[in-house]
């Protein structure tokens, strides 16, 4: 029933993506897919079966996850001026895996927490 209510919440994110790409004020949708809508759930449901202790760590890497993202914007920021769509995306997407590794590589070591 957990992933039920997971992928629920992620096809209403989408929809509401689709929708306001659609108006006038599209680069709303930007903002839509920030909005934290199954991070809710996924810390509901972590803070049930495992307590308060996993939901602060895990939010403590999500704060350090939030760097390969925005490095992901940027690179497809800037890829979109050279490349198409796919290329960009598939440039961005390695910047983001190289990036993300990093900071699983910095948390694993733990010595600046």
């Known amino acids: 029933m957990n992933l039920v209510i997971k992928c629920v919440a992620a096809v209403i994110i989408m929809i509401g993506v689709h929708f ?8 709303i949708a930007g903002l839509v897919l920030g909005f934290p809508g199954l991070s ?6 972590m803070y049930r079966e495992q307590g308060a202790l996993k939901v602060r760590m895990t939010t403590h ?3 350090l996850a939030v ?3 925005l490095c992901f914007l940027v690179a497809l ?14 440039i961005s997407s390695v910047v ?3 990036l993300s590794l990093v900071v699983i590589f910095i948390w694993n070591k733990k010595s600046f927490i």
């Open 67 to 69: 760097i390969p993202f």
């Open 96 to 98: 983001w895996i190289v």
């Open 20 to 27: 306001v790409s659609k108006t006038k004020n599209f680069y």
């Open 40 to 45: 809710i759930i996924a810390y509901y449901f």
């Open 77 to 90: 920021n800037f890829a979109l001026k050279k490349n198409n769509i796919f290329y960009s995306i598939l």
């Open 61 to 63: 890497f999500a704060m």
